[in-house]
């Protein structure tokens, strides 16, 4: 089925330090979400987003639905152990409908 | 949000049985969904559990091979029939945000399939 080219595939970062993920797409959205899967666990949502050039923060995380509405960001600051999982985007093509298109996901890894 | 509970939690089987994985969840609601997560890879969408009649599957899903049930507004089930190795997969069920259209998704903790 179709995906959202998320990138980076992977990261190692410092403890301390900043990151960003974005994702891209040709197709318009109408809806963005933000996952973090852990080892053995399902997705947790992280933030949505509904409107382009909306940027919305959840402590430490802040994500940006991308004006064009092709893409979105994900930055996490000051990272820390926790920080660790696979972050996925997922975007919705249709407003009114289930249909979501999930990212390929970015590994994080954060180095202590 | 809903607190979503599957069953099994994992499970290792062999080449040619079924398996039926369970999704509980602990408010009624409208639509439950069924993901397929292969190994190392992003969330594909299964089907749809719509209550009070017959899923609705994905392009490259069909319901003899994952056939579903959703007896009531707090429940589904989804069936991996006659598995082979491809089938390995972490199967996850998700409901909406109650009131809300169809805009968030939350997750059950998953079920880790290992066909033999």
């Known amino acids: 089925g179709q995906q959202l080219n998320q990138s980076p595939q992977s990261m190692f970062i410092q403890e301390g330090e900043d990151v960003s993920m974005n994702c891209t797409s040709s197709s318009i959205f109408n809806t963005w979400l933000w996952y973090k899967q852990d080892p053995g666990e399902g997705p947790v949502l992280l933030i949505a987003l509904y409107k382009a050039g909306e940027l919305t923060s959840n402590g430490r995380l802040t994500a940006q639905f991308g004006i064009t509405r092709k893409d979105s960001f994900l930055n996490i600051s000051a990272s820390i152990p926790s920080d660790v999982g696979i972050y996925f985007c997922?975007?919705?093509?249709?407003?009114?409908?289930?249909?979501?298109?999930f990212g390929t996901g970015t590994r994080l890894k954060v180095l202590a | 949000s809903a607190v979503i509970s599957q069953k099994p939690s994992r499970d290792i089987c062999q080449r040619g049985t079924s398996l039926t994985i369970q999704c509980q969840v602990d408010s009624q609601v409208t639509m439950m969904f069924w993901y397929r997560q292969q190994p190392g890879q992003s969330l594909t969408l299964i089907a749809t559990a719509n209550q009070g009649s017959e899923a609705t599957y994905e392009s490259g899903f069909v319901i003899d091979k994952f056939p579903i049930s959703r007896p009531n507004l707090t429940f589904s089930t989804l069936t991996v029939s006659n598995m082979s190795p491809e089938d390995s997969s972490i199967y996850l069920c998700s409901v909406p945000r109650q009131g809300a259209i169809y805009n968030e998704q939350f997750f059950g903790p998953g079920t880790r399939l290992t066909v033999l």
């Open positions: 997922a975007g919705q093509l249709t407003s009114g409908t289930y249909k979501y298109i």
